[in-house]
């Protein structure tokens, strides 16, 4: 598929790998490379069926990659609305960025699994830690077990911690 956000450059090919390791430090043509490409979770559904699916890009310095998520790290997501649009060869998704949030360095689904209810513990969570940024929304939307999420992952600022986009589905078109 691929990755398309409003307005802050994000605009990139989605990979999945048979392991997360795969695309980690490599492109689509198998190259390497630092910056590694943007992919799917292995355990993911790739047509973004799941409760939550994850993806995966490097935090570059130089604001490509998952780097330009840094911009919304301290935005106010009960005031604005961002999009991220997921465009694959059947659909167009639509999901509304509802939280970011810091987490320790390890993986979502492994701790939460991915079930409809793996969203509601892993945001009750970040609320705890009191790293949500708009936690009682999060929480609110994250009750509705019908929903489907999306959850960018990268590099927090240092080694120990990952940095998150949480959105959640609005909308699907189906071509």
Same mark, same amino acid.
């Given at each position: 598929?691929?990755?398309?956000? +409003?307005?802050?450059?994000?605009? &990139?090919? *989605?990979?999945?790998?048979?392991?997360?390791? =795969?695309? !980690? #430090? /490599?492109?689509?043509?198998?190259?390497?490379?630092?910056?590694?490409?943007?992919?799917?979770?292995?355990?993911?559904?790739?047509?973004?069926?799941?409760?939550?699916?994850?993806?995966?890009?490097?935090?570059?310095?130089?604001?490509?990659?998952?780097?330009?998520?840094?911009?919304?790290?301290?935005? +106010?997501?009960?005031?604005?609305? &961002?999009? *991220?649009?997921?465009?694959?060869?059947?659909? =167009?998704? !639509? #999901? /509304?960025?509802?939280?970011?949030?810091?987490?320790?360095?390890?993986?979502?689904?492994?701790?939460?699994?991915?079930?409809?209810?793996?969203?509601?513990?892993?945001?009750?969570?970040?609320?705890?830690?009191?790293?949500?940024?708009?936690?009682?929304?999060?929480?609110?939307?994250?009750?509705?077990?019908?929903?489907?999420?999306?959850?960018?992952?990268?590099?927090?600022?240092?080694?120990?911690?990952?940095?998150?986009?949480?959105?959640?589905?609005?909308?699907?078109?189906?071509?």
């Amino acid at each position: 598929g691929w990755i398309l956000f +409003d307005n802050n450059g994000i605009s &990139y090919p *989605i990979l999945q790998g048979k392991d997360n390791e =795969k695309y !980690l #430090y /490599r492109l689509a043509d198998g190259t390497k490379s630092k910056a590694g490409s943007i992919f799917m979770d292995a355990a993911c559904s790739p047509d973004f069926s799941d409760a939550h699916t994850i993806i995966y890009g490097h935090n570059m310095k130089n604001g490509t990659m998952f780097g330009a998520l840094r911009q919304l790290d301290k935005s +106010d997501f009960v005031k604005k609305v &961002y999009f *991220i649009y997921i465009i694959t060869p059947t659909s =167009k998704i !639509l #999901y /509304r960025i509802r939280s970011s949030a810091v987490w320790c360095n390890k993986d979502i689904l492994y701790t939460f699994s991915n079930t409809p209810d793996s969203i509601y513990h892993f945001v009750r969570a970040i609320d705890l830690h009191g790293t949500s940024q708009s936690k009682i929304l999060l929480l609110d939307a994250s009750k509705d077990k019908k929903s489907q999420w999306l959850v960018l992952s990268t590099c927090g600022s240092d080694s120990k911690t990952r940095f998150f986009i949480i959105a959640q589905k609005q909308n699907e078109w189906r071509k």
